[in-house]
């Protein structure tokens, strides 16, 4: 199996500061989409050299599909960019110095030592970074001038800018501020952990936040082996803090595999094995009444209302507003029509934790 092949640029068929989308071609005579980070390799331009590592595309990943660049061959030289001590990517070949909220220097250091709880900060809890777009709309449709922080994780992709979604959310004005914590990288603000970032977040004085790993959830078909096992102390986490925990099920009807109909096992697992702390549990009102059905009785035998409190909330409105604004509803293949609950429960959720914060 390959992993590093050299290639050349074709096209740049999307750039802006942190992010390039490239068509490359091989010296097989392969043509393939790539994507480059300039601050981690430099601009890329039509025409250079470049190290490609092609391991997503063999593999077949999911969320995969591109190539990525490693090193622009044609001219390799390339500047720091931030001036901060923080490094993320530590012990890689392309390790990145950062800017971090925590650090000396910066001026958020002194609103963040000043903060040291989130007195019912709204955190909304996402095992999918697909459902960020339907929580940022539920946070909106309540309160349409709310600033909403979004807080990606390093558990998927660990670069920010290849999120697609979070620049048409934030064009859209539906997303207002992003944190990248861990070793995720690229965000407005970068921070250490996920303890700070959401600190950070009210510092900042957001109204919400939302807390998802970026693109590129790891499962493993076994009871432990997935990426969203963190879920479960980041809710203790916003407990500690003392912020309000609102945890966005995973729910579908339309997922071929058993594990993951109705209520997936990855809920069910996180919020009944994995936190040691109470969570505010929303699920959608959906159309459907044996969907319904299907649910209460999961729930029923799964003993997450044993561990949590459990609301059904409407998150209609949520969509609605998304498609207003054009931003497209897109899970692991599926789109809202395919199978509504899955964007339901985010939205839900938001919506929710909103009205929850607008009349507490």
């Not at 391991?55 to 995969?64: C, F, M, N, Q, R």
């Not at 490693?70 to 390790?95: D, F, M, W």
């Not at 965000?187 to 250490?192: N, Q, R």
């Not at 970032?197 to 939302?210: N, P, Y």
Request: hydrophobic share 45%; with cysteine.
């Amino acid at each position: 199996m390959r992993r590093f092949i050299a290639g050349f640029v074709r096209a740049v068929t999307y750039h802006d500061d942190a992010v390039q989308e490239l068509e490359v071609g091989t010296e097989d005579g392969e043509v393939a989409r790539a994507v480059a980070y300039p601050e981690l390799t430099g601009e890329v331009r039509q025409g250079d050299a470049v190290l490609l590592n092609v391991i997503a595309v063999e593999l077949g990943l999911g969320t995969g599909g591109y190539h990525f660049v490693v090193a622009n061959l044609t001219r390799p030289n390339c500047e720091a960019r931030q001036s901060g001590h923080i490094v993320k990517l530590r012990y890689t070949p392309l390790q990145v110095n950062v800017t971090c909220a925590e650090e000396q220097g910066n001026p958020l250091r002194d609103a963040l030592l000043r903060t040291d709880a989130l007195d019912g900060l709204p955190v909304i809890l996402c095992p999918l970074h697909s459902f960020l777009a339907p929580a940022a709309a539920g946070i909106k449709v309540v309160k349409p001038d709310a600033k909403v922080a979004y807080i990606m994780t390093d558990s998927a992709a660990l670069p920010l800018p290849f999120s697609r979604l979070v620049r048409r959310l934030k064009t859209a004005g539906l997303l207002d501020v992003t944190i990248t914590c861990g070793q995720a990288f690229g965000g407005d603000v970068e921070c250490v952990n996920a303890y700070t970032a959401l600190l950070c977040a009210k510092a900042l004085e957001a109204d919400a936040a939302i807390v998802a790993s970026g693109p590129g959830h790891l499962g493993t078909a076994t009871p432990l082996g997935f990426s969203g096992v963190e879920m479960g102390w980041l809710i203790d986490a916003v407990n500690d803090l003392h912020g309000r925990a609102v945890v966005a099920p995973r729910l579908s009807f339309a997922d071929p595999r058993p594990r993951h109909r109705g209520i997936s096992h990855h809920t069910v697992t996180v919020l009944t094995r994995l936190t040691h702390t109470r969570a505010t549990v929303v699920f959608p009102l959906l159309s459907d009444a044996k969907q319904t059905v299907t649910l209460r009785s999961q729930l029923a035998a799964s003993g997450i209302a044993d561990c949590h409190e459990v609301v059904w909330w409407a998150g209609d409105a949520a969509i609605a507003l998304l498609r207003q604004h054009e931003v497209p509803l897109e899970s692991m293949g599926r789109q809202f029509d395919d199978d509504p609950a899955l964007f339901l429960a985010p939205a839900a959720a938001a919506c929710w934790a909103m009205e929850k914060a607008r009349t507490s």
